[in-house]
């Protein structure tokens, strides 16, 4: 477990040292790149036009490996104190959110945001990583430091990360 944690860290602090974004005004992340430290290699992440998801507005951004076969969608759904990030690939879907404990993955409970079917999001989605990835961080992050962890640690939630990866 403590291996686990020194990875968690050193895979943090590479993509805080890697990851260079170039800011628009506020919070408008305009381009945001880094190495994801796995087979996907290099990614971008974009900002594209929000989606209103079930009356709410949503902020959406896509992430896009260098040996990706399709981009990756991002949803931020904004709440008072905290964010949660909706991600999406072609064959499998999750959140990552902020509790009291940190900021990790989880199952997507919210039927508003889930569009792959549960069987599906299951035969892709390795349980082990999932619970590995529960805790990553111990405080919240911002929006681009999210991001940036998302595009690094999505990837390995795959049971075979070659179903998203360039063929």
Not at 131 to 149: D, P, T
Not at 154 to 164: D, E, G, R, T
């Amino acid at each position: 477990m403590k291996q686990i944690n020194l990875i968690s860290g050193l895979i943090f602090f590479v993509i805080i040292f890697t990851g260079t974004s170039v800011m628009a005004a506020g919070d408008a992340i305009s381009v945001l790149t880094g190495n994801s430290l796995t087979a996907l290699g290099e990614y971008q992440i974009t900002e594209l036009e929000a989606e209103i998801i079930d009356n709410e507005t949503v902020r959406k951004f896509q992430i896009e490996y260098e040996n990706g076969n399709a981009p990756v969608t991002v949803l931020l759904n904004e709440r008072k104190r905290c964010n949660d990030f909706i991600v999406r690939s072609s064959v499998m879907e999750i959140q990552y959110v902020c509790k009291k404990s940190g900021f990790g993955a989880t199952d997507i409970s919210n039927s508003a945001f889930r569009v792959l079917p549960e069987q599906t999001n299951n035969m892709f989605l390795s349980q082990e990583a999932l619970s590995r990835q529960e805790k990553i961080v111990n405080s919240q992050v911002s929006v681009e430091k999210a991001l940036g962890l998302i595009a690094c640690y999505f990837p390995n939630l795959l049971k075979n990360i070659q179903n998203i990866a360039a063929q």
